[in-house]
């Protein structure tokens, strides 16, 4: 009941764009912050974007400011990640986290502050 599940992965072109979804349990909407995270083979796992849920307040990672939008649908219990503009080096495994605590209130956060993750979905960007 409290797995998350990622979808919308796949293979795309440099310039193009891809939409990432994810289910969550509907009590992370209420009061709690939801998390993209990416990792690639011999890195570890880095914080993208987040949202805090009860506000909307979002936050990015430099690298994807302006490229990247984390949104919701409160009713869907739906998390999703808009990436445009994609590059070869964006390619990785795409993960969901949530957590009930509201660090991303200010920062997106660490791996450490998510307690739920999703299995991933590859994300495979050719130039």
């Known amino acids: 009941q409290d797995q998350l599940m990622e979808s919308g992965g796949g293979s795309v072109h440099a310039g193009e764009s891809l939409r990432l979804s994810c289910a969550a349990p509907?009590?992370?909407?209420?009061?709690?912050?939801l998390g993209w995270f990416r990792q690639v083979p011999g890195k570890e796992r880095e914080g993208l974007a987040s949202?805090?849920?009860?506000?909307?307040?979002?936050f990015y990672r430099e690298s994807v400011n302006g490229r990247f939008t984390i949104s919701q649908d409160i009713a869907a219990h739906t998390v999703y990640l808009s990436m445009t503009d994609l590059a070869p080096d964006d390619g990785g495994t795409y993960y969901c986290?949530?957590?009930?605590?509201?660090?991303?209130?200010?920062?997106?956060?660490?791996?450490?502050?998510?307690?739920?993750w999703g299995q991933g979905t590859q994300v495979t960007v050719s130039s």
């Open positions: 986290a949530a957590s009930l605590r509201d660090f991303c209130r200010w920062e997106v956060g660490s791996v450490g502050n998510y307690y739920n």
């Open positions: 509907a009590y992370f909407f209420d009061a709690g912050c």
């Open positions: 949202l805090y849920s009860p506000t909307g307040v979002t």
